[in-house]
Nanobody, 121 residues
């Protein structure tokens, strides 16, 4: 099967930076969209940024100009560089990918387990 494993979360002061990574592994034939979402307690999971296989990106308005999403197709990995972090960026960040596994005929949506990002004021 397919697994997504995130890393890079942690505690940082406001104005600081963090870089999240998410590596997909398993029986992967092709990955289409990859992205990052975030969620705080009691709220829905919100889109942060997405990137296509051809590197077309999309960002939530709240992170434009501060966050950068990128991917390495050879490593099946997506990154999120987060700069100028604010306390309101505090959340659990989840990796998402649309993956076609070997032997399947379509793409299936996969999620990582989440990584905590905490920004102190």
């Amino acid at each position: 099967q397919v697994q997504l494993v995130e890393s890079g979360g942690g505690l940082v002061e406001a104005g600081g930076s963090l870089r999240l990574s998410c590596a997909a592994s398993g029986s992967i034939f092709r990955i289409n969209f990859m992205g990052w979402y975030r969620q705080t307690p009691g709220k829905q999971r919100d889109l942060v940024a997405t990137i296509t296989r051809g590197d077309i990106t999309n960002y939530a308005d709240s992170v434009k100009g501060r966050f950068t999403i990128s991917r390495d197709n050879a490593k099946n990995t997506v990154y999120l560089q987060m700069n100028s972090l604010r306390p309101e960026d505090t959340a659990v960040y989840y990796c998402n990918a649309a993956v076609m596994a070997y032997g399947s005929q379509g793409f299936r949506n996969y999620w990582g387990q989440g990584t905590q990002v905490t920004v102190s004021s």
